[in-house]
């Protein structure tokens, strides 16, 4: 096993058998414009412990992957320039060669493994890229859900994608899709999309007993929960789309490629939004820590967990 450096409140929290949440940092140093994103590491990290667990946010820091970051860490990561995005292909070359990088959803899961934590908080998953069939831009947080034993909650994909095609893959590579307390699946900064929910769940322990009950059967990898956006903070579909569409084809038109797609749609559409979309992203985040906080609770108290 590689070293891994807790944080000490994790490194408490592994020793009194705490409750556990990890959390990513792509969302930090690509996701949100400094000084929103360190303020909302910290407010994140903050609601999973009003909720009674523990966060653990996750990066690489010259070389030595951390599990839980202190402050000052993660005031440096959020002020970092170039740091690199890790997934599952790059990751371990960052840790050999002595590189800081922030994890994705894939490599994020793949740190919380290693560290016997079994549930993350994220705000949108990666997924399968529109005009993906000509790209082939398909994230590896998808095939990462499908072999590692982690529960991701998100408030959907991130809606810059193509929505069904990435919920047709995750189907495709058996990873169960539950959508919280409602029919239909959130849509990121909308809490609804047209799309039925393929499992719907309405409270964490039985989130937490499906994991359970998953791994005891060995099959392998996670599940995806897809926990909507607090409607007071969403942005109805309909205002998004043009936005959307707009942001898409600047990207198209100046070239942006690989890694750089998601953070530069981002980017753009705080931009045309006036920072609305951020309003909504740090809302939702904030909401999925919470209830990634009592699935990790739940899991803890599962006799078979
Ligand atoms: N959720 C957010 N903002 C983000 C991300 C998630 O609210 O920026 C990050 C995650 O780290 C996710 C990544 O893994 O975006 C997806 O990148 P890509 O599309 O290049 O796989
Ligand atoms: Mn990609």
Known sequence: MIPIQYSREVAAARQSGAALVALESTI??????????????RLVEDDVRAAGAVPATIAVLDGLLHVGLEDAQLDQLGQAQNVAKLSRADMAACIATGGTGATTVAATMIAAHLAGIHVFATGGIGGVHRGAELSFDISADLHELAQTPVTVVCAGAKA??????????LETLGVPVIAFGQDVLPAFWSAQSDMPAPLRMDSAALIAQAQITRTSMGLRGGQLVANPIP???????????????????????????????????LGRIFELTQGRSLTANIALVRNNARLAA???????KSPTG
């Open 294 to 300: 009592q699935i990790a609770i739940a899991m803890g």
């Open 28 to 41: 930090i140093t690509h996701g949100m414009p400094f000084p929103q994103n360190v303020e909302t590491a």
């Open 160 to 169: 810059i994608l193509d929505l069904p095609k990435t919920f047709e893959v």
């Open 231 to 265: 409607l007071d903070a969403e942005i109805p579909a309909e205002t998004l789309r043009p936005v959307i569409t707009q942001a898409l084809d600047e990207a198209a038109a100046q070239g942006i490629s690989a890694k750089a797609v998601t953070p530069f749609l």
